[in-house]
């Protein structure tokens, strides 16, 4: 996203500049090793171009950009470790 941010009630609560809007779903069950594995794999995913061009080659860390993390629990699943 170029930036993004997050509302409630009408006051602005949290933004960034650019970078990823991730909608996350998380269980009161999941565990802190689950978290962590999530927030590996947000920081890891080559989602933009490296300095040549070629797609799919940098990830947000390399490019120097920010995160977002917003809670969505319609969107909570199972994420299979195997991936």
């Known amino acids: 996203v170029k930036s993004a941010s997050v509302t409630v009630d009408q006051k602005q609560v949290s933004a960034i500049g650019p970078g990823m809007l991730a909608l996350v779903g998380l269980h009161q069950e999941d565990t802190e090793t689950d978290l962590q594995y999530c927030a590996k794999k947000l ?6 171009e490296n300095d040549n061009g ?3 080659r940098q990830h947000v860390k390399q490019k120097g950009l920010e995160i977002l ?7 909570y699943g199972t994420l299979s470790k195997k991936n």
């Open 43 to 48: 920081l890891a995913v080559k989602l933009w």
């Open 54 to 56: 070629a797609p799919w």
């Open 69 to 75: 993390c917003v809670s969505q629990f319609t969107l």
